[in-house]
């Protein structure tokens, strides 16, 4: 029996329900429908009145959340899209963000993205927002990759008392299974070595840890080693654990699927370039997204992000200088 990304994250729920009568979900058409991409399925039965459903108001949605964490509740919040949040994006980050900062009180909430492209998706439902994010203090931003840190990433989102913004990739919902769920994991803002290997670093998250790893395996036919590190949490940024990966290697390459502007990559080159600079063989390159809205049409969406073949292509061009 396997289990999905998706059902991870509804089983991750489920178990916070169960757990502590503190923790509820409040989102749009998350109770009898089930949520967007059905991630609170059959949750609302299982839990009478701690599934509920909420008005077309992110702002609304966010703004409860925190008068409810105050208060001494843990709640999720479902956000049917990434790119919607933007609409409570003054409460995110204005107010659960600095709630402890200014008062000494925590705001213990969890806020769901269904984050990145899928055929067709187009502008306004493909948009990854963990850079934004991140660039405020106060929050906790996680970005998982596997169907084991989906599930126990979410939970661990729920237990702590910072207000957590919670990156599940939609295109991973059904593409990515595992045996079962796990029974231990790494801590938050530890990274994982998802790949060792000795000629150069990859560094990326979320669905991109997978393009990262196809490449790894197609080079390692041609006889170079790829180390590809997942970083799991883009905030706190396991800055150590790529270092570490650079000393090995010599090399490095940053991958996401969000805009190159600022950002995640940035940020990592950044941080290697002043605390590791001597460890460099030749400069940092990283590769994003296309600075432009996701295009619609599936064809133009392949070549807007990063795919396998982009990444190789990064990689060969990282090797010769």
Same mark, same amino acid.
């Given at each position: 029996?396997?289990?999905?990304?998706?059902?991870?994250?509804?089983?991750?729920?489920?178990?916070?329900?169960?757990?502590?009568?503190?923790?509820?979900?409040?989102?749009?058409?998350?109770?009898?429908?089930?949520?967007?991409?059905?991630?609170?399925?059959?949750?609302?039965?299982?839990?009478?009145?701690?599934?509920?459903?909420?008005?077309?108001?992110?702002? *609304? $949605? &966010?703004?409860? /959340?925190?008068?409810? %964490?105050? !208060?001494?509740?843990?709640?999720?919040? =479902?956000?049917?899209?990434? +790119?919607?949040?933007?609409?409570?994006?003054?409460?995110?980050?204005?107010?659960?963000?600095?709630?402890?900062?200014?008062?000494?009180?925590?705001?213990?909430?969890?806020?769901?993205?269904?984050?990145?492209?899928?055929?067709?998706?187009?502008?306004?439902?493909?948009?990854?927002?963990?850079?934004?994010?991140?660039?405020?203090?106060?929050?906790?931003?996680?970005?998982?990759?596997?169907?084991?840190?989906?599930?126990?990433?979410?939970?661990?989102?729920?237990?702590?008392?910072?207000?957590?913004?919670?990156?599940?990739?939609?295109?991973?919902?059904?593409?990515?299974?595992?045996?079962?769920?796990?029974?231990?994991?790494?801590?938050?803002?530890?990274?994982?070595?998802?790949?060792?290997?000795?000629?150069?670093?990859?560094?990326?998250?979320? *669905? $991109? &840890?997978?393009? /990262?790893?196809?490449? %790894?395996? !197609?080079?390692?036919?041609?006889?170079? =080693?790829?180390?590809?590190? +997942?970083?799991?949490?883009?905030?706190?940024?396991?800055?150590?654990?790529?270092?570490?990966?650079?000393?090995?290697?010599?090399?490095?390459?940053?991958?996401?699927?969000?805009?190159?502007?600022?950002?995640?990559?940035?940020?990592?080159?950044?941080?290697?370039?002043?605390?590791?600079?001597?460890?460099?063989?030749?400069?940092?390159?990283?590769?994003?997204?296309?600075?432009?809205?996701?295009?619609?049409?599936?064809?133009?969406?392949?070549?807007?992000?990063?795919?396998?073949?982009?990444?190789?292509?990064?990689?060969?061009?990282?090797?010769?200088?």
């Amino acid at each position: 029996m396997s289990i999905t990304y998706l059902e991870a994250i509804r089983e991750a729920q489920a178990r916070a329900l169960r757990d502590d009568p503190r923790v509820f979900i409040y989102g749009q058409d998350v109770g009898s429908f089930g949520g967007a991409f059905k991630a609170t399925k059959n949750l609302a039965q299982e839990f009478p009145g701690r599934v509920l459903d909420a008005p077309i108001s992110e702002d *609304a $949605m &966010v703004g409860s /959340a925190i008068g409810a %964490a105050i !208060e001494g509740m843990r709640p999720i919040i =479902e956000m049917q899209f990434a +790119d919607f949040s933007t609409v409570g994006f003054n409460q995110i980050v204005n107010h659960a963000g600095a709630f402890h900062w200014r008062t000494g009180v925590p705001c213990p909430i969890t806020i769901r993205l269904p984050s990145g492209g899928t055929t067709g998706s187009g502008p306004f439902h493909s948009q990854c927002l963990e850079g934004l994010y991140a660039l405020y203090p106060g929050l906790v931003v996680m970005t998982p990759a596997t169907v084991e840190d989906a599930y126990s990433m979410l939970l661990e989102a729920v237990a702590i008392d910072d207000p957590v913004i919670f990156c599940e990739h939609k295109y991973l919902y059904y593409h990515l299974k595992a045996e079962a769920l796990p029974t231990e994991a790494l801590p938050v803002g530890k990274a994982r070595i998802a790949r060792a290997g000795r000629d150069v670093t990859i560094v990326a998250y979320s *669905a $991109m &840890v997978h393009e /990262a790893l196809a490449v %790894a395996t !197609e080079l390692a036919g041609e006889g170079t =080693e790829v180390e590809v590190v +997942d970083l799991r949490t883009v905030k706190p940024l396991d800055t150590d654990t790529v270092i570490a990966s650079v000393a090995r290697t010599g090399r490095l390459l940053c991958v996401s699927e969000a805009w190159p502007w600022g950002g995640v990559t940035a940020e990592v080159i950044a941080r290697v370039a002043t605390e590791g600079f001597g460890l460099l063989d030749a400069p940092p390159q990283r590769l994003n997204a296309k600075d432009t809205p996701v295009p619609f049409h599936p064809n133009l969406w392949t070549s807007h992000r990063p795919t396998a073949r982009s990444i190789c292509e990064a990689v060969r061009r990282l090797l010769q200088l």
